[in-house]
């Protein structure tokens, strides 16, 4: 049975993840609205990685005999101007999903949950490697400018990323 301060947590953070999906799914449109096709398939790719993040946590709910809680998820900001600004979104939006698997972490240790402090472990691992990607792109971006050409190639190494499920299992 699952601690139910632990549970709440963790059905935020499916909330999060959720609204995480239908961030990145604006973001994709945003990108195929101005025809940076490459651009769009990463963070359509991304947001099915968000989709199994919450997946991820719903089953580790239910496989710890606690109650799953959908609430209900926000719109996501569409205010996007350009490849460089969404990108920053992205990196702000991240670091706030690692502060709050952080706040996971800290409330298994408090409340003795060390089956979720370990479960947490992988999430915290994919937060580096998130908030990383974002910066990547973030400084390609800075170092090109709107310059037409790497734009173009750039776009085309975007397009490259490719969906592969996330599975977990503790
Ligand atoms: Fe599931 Fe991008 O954090």
């Known amino acids: ?15 999060k993840e959720f609204y995480s999906a239908y961030l990145y799914l604006a973001m994709s449109a945003f ?15 991304q947001a ?14 239910i ?21 460089l600004q969404v990108f920053e979104k992205i990196y702000e939006h991240e670091k706030y999903v690692t502060e709050s698997i952080n706040c ?9 949950d060390l089956a979720t402090r370990h479960f947490i ?3 915290i ?5 998130e908030e990383a990607n974002a910066l990547d792109v973030i400084k390609k ?15 085309k190494e975007m397009g490259e990323r490719q969906y592969k499920a996330h599975s977990y299992k503790i």
């Open 31 to 45: 990108f195929d609205e101005i025809g940076l096709y490459g651009f769009s398939n990463w963070t359509k790719v």
């Open 121 to 123: 472990n992988w999430y």
């Open 141 to 155: 971006l800075k170092m090109f400018g709107d310059e037409c050409t790497s734009l173009y190639h750039l776009d």
């Open 63 to 83: 496989e710890r005999d606690g109650i799953v809680n959908l609430t209900q998820i926000d719109a996501p900001d569409r205010a996007f101007e350009n490849p």
């Open 1 to 15: 049975m699952i601690n139910e301060k632990v549970q709440d947590v963790l059905n935020a953070q499916i909330n």
């Open 104 to 112: 996971v972490a800290s409330m298994s240790e408090d409340e003795c």
């Open 48 to 61: 099915r990685e968000e989709v199994d993040h919450g997946m991820i946590l719903f089953d580790y709910i």
């Open 125 to 129: 691992s994919e937060q580096v490697e």
